[in-house]
T-cell receptor, first 112, second 111 residues
């Protein structure tokens, strides 16, 4: 069975500081990995994805994530955050053309 | 990228009534997925819908409460039956694409 663990429920950070949102997964088969962002009162937006190939994945809004198979991690990073990055971030895993399993989410709060 | 639309985008309903949510995708998919996001929570899969067969429900979800139709490869409906305030959530659908996209969802409030 697959599962996703987001280790931090909340991450407070000051504007222009770097941030890392942690995500670990468990699976006995090949997986696809995703990060989604949800701004207040809005829908779910795909931030980036790992399907295959390069383990460093670049997404929208300056975010990137690295797939680490040995550590079963897919941490999300941004070198310098903005106030507008304040949102809920969800890590998710799926098999090939299967349903998504979501983590519990990490609330990123960026302070001026 | 896939285009997924849902109707209605939001609704406010009375306790005890039912609401049917429609999901339309722009390309054929074998499976469609229905998720629920309760306030302040993550997304949970309700069921998987295949054309021509009954939907497969996840633990904690039953067909009588959440009947699903899948008449063709680009359309599905989810009905939330006999609603209570606990059903207030965002309901989202997706298809079995390699890259999983979501529409804006349906924001349901039950009074």
């Amino acid at each position: 069975a697959q599962s996703v663990t987001q280790l931090d429920s909340q991450v407070p950070v000051f504007e222009e500081a770097p941030v890392e949102l942690r995500c670990n997964y468990s699976s006995s088969v090949s997986v696809y990995l995703f990060w989604y962002v949800q701004y207040p009162n809005q829908g779910l937006q795909l931030l980036l994805k790992y399907l295959s190939g390069s383990t460093l994945v670049k997404g929208i809004n300056g975010f990137e994530a690295e797939f680490n198979k040995s550590q079963t991690s897919f941490h999300l990073r941004k070198p310098s955050v903005h106030i507008s990055d304040t949102a809920e971030y969800f890590c998710a895993v799926s098999g090939i053309k299967e349903r998504l399993i979501f983590g519990t989410g990490t609330r990123l709060q960026v302070f001026p | 990228s896939a285009v997924i639309s849902q109707k209605p985008s939001r609704d406010i309903c009375q306790r005890g009534t039912s609401l049917t949510i429609q999901c339309q995708v722009d390309s054929q998919v074998t499976m469609m997925f229905w998720y629920r996001q309760q306030p302040g929570q993550s997304l949970t899969l309700i069921a998987t819908a295949n054309q021509g067969s009954e939907a497969t429900y996840e633990s904690g979800f039953v067909i009588d409460k959440f009947p699903i139709s899948r008449p063709n490869l680009t359309f599905s409906t989810l009905t939330v039956s006999n609603m209570s305030p606990e059903d207030s959530s965002i309901y989202l659908c997706s298809g079995d694409y390699n890259e999983q996209f979501f529409g804006p969802g349906t924001r349901l409030t039950v009074l």
